[in-house]
C-alpha cells in the first residue's frame, strides 16, 4: 500500500498535475505528497517512501510528566471552557514603546556599541552604588594602597573562553575606560561571565592588577504591582488560567510531516488552554532538508500551512495564540532584537485570537507578566560562565544573572550565530521590570523553578532531532493572595510534559 501511494504520487507528478492538484485528488497531506516528489527528483522512486518518521512514531512515554513545581497533587490541567475572550492579553509596554514593525539592519558603528554598553555600565552602577550605600567608585587602574571600590564590564584577555586567569575588567569613561586583570584568589565565591557588569572591592597597589576582595551581587527590578490587578474580575477572585508553552522545531529531523506539532493541536483541544504561546523555529534552519535544499515549497509557504493547521486546529478551543519568532526561522529576519511575523491573510476572527510579538518581549496576562525569548541564552551563558563554590546550579546562576543585568541577553560579545543590533536591543532587548514567569527554551534539559521569585520555565522543545520532546504548561492565579504583606507568586504549579 505504501509503495502504490508512492507510485500515484509520482505517476500524477509526471502527468504535470501540480502538487495542490495531487493533494486534492489524492486525499494525502501537502507535506507528504512534496516529500514523496523531492525524495524522487533527488533519489530515485525507490526511496520516495510516504512514511512520516519512525523513531518519532515509536517513542514511548507519551504525556508522561518529567517535571514539576508547585502544588501539582490533585490539579485539574483545564482550561475556563470558552471564556477566553475575557482573557486580557497584551505587551507590557503597549504598541508604541515596542518592537512590532521591521527595521533595517546591517549598518552599525562601532562608536554606537560602544555607547549602548557605556550606558548599561553607568544605569547598572548607579543601581548598586545606591543598593549598597557606596560613596564614589575609583578608577579600575589608579594605583591605591587602600581598598577601594570600582566599577566595570567582565571581559575575556584574549578571544578564547572565559577562565579564572583571564577576567579583566574593563571600566566606563566615568572610571578612566581602561581594562585590568583581575585576581580572583581572594574571592571565595564568585559566578562571572563576558558583558557583566560587576562592582568589586580590593586593592590595586601597582595599577596593573586588581586584587578582588569582595564581589556585590546585583539587584533585580520590582515585580510587577498596579491597582487594576486588584480591581480587576473580583466576582472571579479565585479563577485560574491555564497557559501552554511549546517551543519549535515542530517537525522531527527527518520528515517535513509536522506530526508533532498535529499531536500538540490534539492536546491543546484536550486541555482546551485558556492561552498558548508557541515560540520558533518554525521552519527550522538547521533542519536536514532544508539544509541540503530539497524542499519543493518556499519557506513562507511551509510557515504559512503551519499556521494554518494551528489556527484551524484550535479554532474549537478559542485559546488565545501567541507566536513569537526565531533566529533559526529560515524565513524571517535572523537579527536580535527580532520584529514579530506578519500575517496579512489572516481572518477578523483569527486575527483577534492570535497575538504577533518580538523575541524577546515582555507580555501581559490578566495582570500577571511573562518574559519571552526563543533565543537559546541558557546555551550561550552556560558555554562562558565561570563559577567558584557556588552553592545554587548552574541554570539558577544564569538565571539570576539576566533578572539582575535586566535585559534578555547580558552576554557580550554574542556568540556568532546572533545577530546584535546594539541600538534596537538598548529599546527592546531590556527587561522594564522583573516578569513573574520567564520563558527561556533551550536544547539543555527542561526545568521549573523558582529565581528569586520569578518562576523560570525551560519547557525543552517539542521534538529532538528524529524524537519527541516536551512542552509545558502553567496554572495562573489571576490576583495572587498576599501572605503577611509578602509578594506570592501568580504561578500556582507548572509542569513539562513529553509530547
Known sequence: NLHRQTGTVIGCHLSNKSVRTNVALLGLPHSTVSAVIVK????????????????????GGRGEVVSTFGAVQGTRWAGRKGQTNRVQLELLEGSEDSLINNYKYMFQRLRDVRNVLTEKIEELGEELRTNFNI????????PAQDSVTVLGQVCCDSNGKLNSQSVL??????????????????LRDYSLFPGQVVVMEGMNTSGRKFVASKLFEGVPLPFYSTPIKQEMDMDIPDEQLLVMVACGPYTPSDGLTF????????VIARDRPDVCILLGPFVDSKHEQIEKSLVTE???????????????GT??????????????????????????FILPDLSKDDAKRMTLVPDPCTLLIDGVTFGLTSTDILFHMGAEEISCASGSDRFSRILKHMLTQRNYYPLYPPVEEVNMDYEKFQGY???PLSPDVLIVPSELRFFIKDVI?????????LTKGQVGGTYGRLLIQRSAPSIDGKRVSPCVAGQVVKI
Open 453 to 461: 521569585g520569578c518562576v523560570c520555565v525551560n519547557p525543552g522543545r
Open 259 to 266: 506530526d508533532p506539532l498535529v499531536d500538540l493541536i490534539n
Open 40 to 59: 524522487w527528483k533527488c533519489l530515485g522512486a525507490a526511496t520516495a517512501h510516504v512514511t512520516p518518521s519512525q523513531k518519532y512514531s515509536q517513542r
Open 135 to 142: 560613596e564614589e567608585f575609583s578608577p579600575v587602574s589608579l
Open 298 to 312: 518556499t519557506f513562507d509557504a511551509i510557515f504559512s500551512r503551519c499556521v494554518g493547521s494551528i489556527v484551524e
Open 315 to 340: 479554532k474549537g478551543v478559542g485559546c488565545r495564540l501567541v507566536f513569537v519568532p526565531s533566529q533559526r526561522d529560515v524565513h524571517h529576519h535572523f537579527i536580535y532584537p527580532q520584529p514579530p
Open 429 to 431: 532587548g531590556q527587561m
Open 169 to 186: 575588567l574593563e571600566a566606563g569613561p566615568d572610571q578612566g575606560g581602561r581594562q585590568v586583570p583581575v585576581d580572583l584568589s581572594e
